[in-house]
């Protein structure tokens, strides 16, 4: 299955490349801020046809489109483009994000850096990979040596989680924040220690699948801003090397 998610990916990925930059139909979802592309519609849709052609009893809960039932206890989580407003900008940070669920539990993803040509990708138990090199968080347990990242949500005018005291204080404490605009891909970076530690909120299941369960097949921790345990469900998200995840919910309590 893992290598049929990673064909699908390319694919998709090979139209969003061919899409970038060129003149785009811009629609808008739930504000002027969230934005949706004929390139997003024609990935998803390539997707999802290839998921009901080659695994027909498997349901699909994707982006654009919503949530199609089936008898299987498989489902696959389904971000087409994610990073739409950077490839609707010509900023070249995006990707394709799908990961598979049995019984409510993931047990493989994909993530699809489209212009840097990387596959993330990672199965329950065999560790987590980067075009075929086994990838690892990094060994860094100092939140003052630590890059961190997080995104913003779309909703960030009505928002009432503190978001900017949280990014002033995360930037206090580390070596620095930076915000790429593509979770799927902050997720994965962490994986590859690249950066020490994400955190965002009001994402969705198809933002999370696959980046989070890479990201603890290459040995990190992702819980809720508490350090509870979370699903692909949980609106807010921490994700860590590990080495550094208890302060940073230390901080998240402060602020």
């Not at 968080?137 to 503190?162: C, M, Q, R, W």
């Not at 950066?195 to 999370?208: C, I």
Request: with cysteine; net charge negative; hydrophobic share 40%.
């Amino acid at each position: 299955m893992i290598e049929d998610i990673i064909k699908i990916s390319k694919e998709a990925g090979s139209i969003i490349r061919n899409g970038f930059g060129t003149n785009l139909n811009i629609e808008f979802k739930t504000n002027e801020t969230n934005l949706v592309t004929q390139i997003d519609k024609a990935s998803e849709k390539l997707i999802k046809e290839f998921i009901s052609k080659n695994y027909p009893t498997h349901g699909i809960l994707a982006e654009e489109s919503g949530e199609t039932k089936n008898s299987s206890d498989f489902v696959w989580v389904v971000d087409p483009l994610d990073g739409t407003t950077n490839f609707a900008h010509s900023l070249p940070i995006f990707s394709v994000s799908i990961g598979v669920q049995k019984s409510g539990k993931t047990v493989a993803g994909v993530v699809y850096d489209v212009m840097q040509d990387i596959v993330y990708c990672a199965e329950k138990g065999s560790g987590a990979f980067a075009n075929d090199k086994k990838i690892s968080v990094s060994k860094n347990d100092n939140i003052g040596h630590s890059l961190l990242v997080t995104g913003f949500p779309y909703d960030l005018a009505e928002s009432n989680e503190k978001i900017f005291e949280k990014f002033e204080a995360f930037t206090r404490a580390s070596r620095g924040m930076r915000r790429l605009g593509s979770a799927a891909i902050d997720f994965c970076y962490v994986a590859k220690g690249v950066f020490d530690g994400f955190w965002e909120v009001y994402l969705h299941p198809w933002d999370v699948c696959a980046g989070k369960f890479i990201l603890e097949e290459a040995g990190g921790r992702v819980t809720g801003f508490d350090g509870e345990d979370i699903d692909i469900y949980s609106k807010k998200i921490l994700a860590t090397n590990g080495l550094i995840h208890n302060t940073m919910v230390d901080i998240m309590r402060k602020n």
